[in-house]
């Protein structure tokens, strides 16, 4: 015979509890009963796994090893029992979240934690997108809440969140910091520019060609290493360059014109927010609050 799963908590509970009287008590069932179930269990394994020092019930060093064995399926089945109870209680199972990656990642994943917290049962599914992408993915409306950069005809639907600035750096090194200042156009077009793009911008054949040959990346992060490294310069996301900056691995270019470039991004949902329901109501409100 086997050993159930029902044994294997009573045993984990008996071991948290310290005694067989606490555990029963938690499990709202009889010492007798439980302590019957677990001789049972040791029976069908043909292992002691409790011994009593005291007053106190302590695991034996093959319990201990097999309970830890144990525990990940036992924590996975506590999940399973939660989730199942917040499904009866009315809570989303998933809310689908679409973010312009340009939007400040620690500010992010604060509000997915805060989120956490509070529906531990619910997943969020994230989809990062390009500010080239914004409008398309808006369109389809697929997802429950939207923080992207809309066009301009888009804007009056949306809520301002924040201005992401983007300013003009390059590697301490680079050419260009060792020419007189300040410069303009005409001197940085003889030095490549690193572009963030999405996929379907890389492989139109329009695209426009620099005096200098740019360099297009499909990331944010890949971006940035690529002027670190010393490839080219580039407008990059201020808040997301700050080490950098504070070291001095990154120097601000001296522009006449165009250092900084302010890039707005919005809050849309995708039905209206006195209509929402609480999971998508409580991720709204930790967006706005931490913006």
């Known amino acids: 015979m086997k050993t159930t799963l029902e044994q294997w908590q009573l045993l984990q509970a008996v071991v948290s509890y310290g005694s067989f009287a606490r ?6 069932r009889s010492q007798s009963s439980l302590s019957y179930q677990l001789t049972l ?12 020092v005291g007053r106190k019930a302590e695991l034996t060093a093959s319990g201990q090893q097999l309970l830890a064995q144990a525990l990940p399926l036992l924590q996975g089945f506590e999940k399973l029992e939660n989730r199942s ?12 979240l679409v973010v312009d990656s340009i939007f400040p990642k620690t500010r992010l994943f604060t509000v997915l934690r805060r989120f956490q917290q509070v529906y531990p049962s619910t997943q969020i599914h994230l989809t990062e997108v390009l500010r080239s992408e914004s409008c398309a993915v ?3 409306q697929q997802a ?5 950069t809309p066009s301009a005809e888009m804007i009056r639907q949306g809520k301002l969140l924040l201005e992401v600035n983007f300013v003009a750096v390059a590697q301490r090194e680079h050419p260009l910091l060792t020419l007189p200042a300040p410069l303009g156009q005409d001197v940085l077009v003889r030095y490549p520019l690193i572009e963030i793009v999405s996929r379907e911008q890389q492989q139109l054949p329009y695209r426009q060609v620099s005096a200098a040959e740019n360099w297009t990346f ?3 992060e890949t971006a940035i290493e690529a002027v670190t490294q010393g490839v080219g310069y580039g407008w ?25 470039r302010a890039t707005p991004v919005y809050l849309f949902l995708n039905q209206d927010e006195a209509q929402l329901d609480n999971e998508t109501a409580l991720l709204v409100r930790l967006i706005q609050d931490k913006v």
């Open 23 to 28: 555990a029963a008590e938690a499990f709202n």
């Open 41 to 52: 269990m040791q029976e069908r394994l043909g292992v002691t796994l409790l011994t009593i």
């Open 85 to 96: 109870r917040a499904l009866q209680r009315g809570e989303r199972a998933r809310l689908d």
């Open 138 to 140: 808006l369109q389809q």
């Open 144 to 148: 429950d809440v939207y923080i992207i």
């Open 218 to 220: 499909t990331t944010i």
């Open 236 to 260: 990059l996301p201020e808040e997301r360059i700050q080490v950098q900056l504070a070291s001095g691995e990154l120097q601000v270019l001296p522009l006449k014109y165009g250092v900084r």
